[in-house]
């Protein structure tokens, strides 16, 4: 709402940035459905005054561009808006926030990572056995696979050959995407959908990229799992950055524990939250309480085995597709404790909003 053509043509760019066509009004509000039924509301300076008086709703905004204005926070309170924003300073947040509200964005996914402590430990595994058993659930899930040498964890879903998109598609996305955009256009395995990467050369996914997929996914609730690589480079950094909590997979074995210590030590430099998942068999005099104190992190469990793992999947039953297996149960267990937010929800969703008063 405004007549300041410079202010609209601002905003309708923005708008433009968040996937979003407008309905543009000039002057009071007019029909009071309209007002209430919108998913947000953008004040101009110029047209508070004719929202004076108007029913109180959430998502109003209150936006112009004079940042020394000593009588903006009077018409904000007068018109019940919640945010006071001054462009161009608040453009990157509220392009965030228009897309977040027509999105009906909600609570933010609760995003795992999996690494492995050494090489051959079974990561790309559980995380696939955590997407699978969490879209049995009924949880919206996303799993992303983060190593780019890892192979591509749609072959451990069976889907190599499935039509969607692959991380080279992303690879130069640089601002906002779409959650339900991003949604649609990757490939649909086993009730949940899956960014993996093409067998084509190898592509180097930048942090900015990292950065959009991921805030992405997690902008559409549910679950997002992430394998990810030993090597932390800038773009593992981003997606360590965008966790709420890291699995650290390591074999019983000293070898094991001794590389899993520089891979958590890296880790856990960007990561907050990183615990181990132990995996047998174990060395003489070792077992998982023994891996998780000497790396000095909390234990999530013990790894179960689970024979028939590869067999099954060459018949297309992917890791913890078999719902009565070890693996299944292990992983429903940890989603069990993942719904108590006391327990492994304990570190909340980074938040990445701009600048708003």
Known sequence: ???DAGLLDDLLRLCAAAGVVPEVRHGPPG???????????LVGDDAARGCRGVTRRPGVMLVGRDQDDPDVWRRAVEIGAEYVLRLPDSEGW??????????????????????????????????????????RSGRRTMLIDGDPLGGGIDVLLGGEECEGLRWPDFARSKGRLGGGALEESLPALH?????????DDAVIVPPQAMRSVLAAARRLGGVVVVDLPRRVDEGVAEALAQLDVGLLVVPGELRAVAAAQRVASVAGMVLEDLRVVARGPYTAGLDEQWVAQALGLPLVGDLPAEPGLASAQDCGVPPGGNSRGALARFCTAFWDLADVPSRVEGVPGRSHEGEAS
């Open 1 to 3: 709402m405004t007549e």
């Open 191 to 199: 009730g949940l959908r899956v960014l993996s990467w093409s067998r």
């Open 94 to 135: 509220l392009v965030d926030q228009i897309a977040n509200a027509v999105e009906g964005v909600g609570r933010s996914a609760l995003t795992v990572g999996v690494m492995g402590g050494r090489g051959g430990s079974g990561a790309s595994t559980l995380a696939c056995a955590l997407a699978v058993t969490a879209a």
């Open 31 to 41: 029909e009071r459905s309209a007002w209430e039924r919108a998913p947000m509301v």
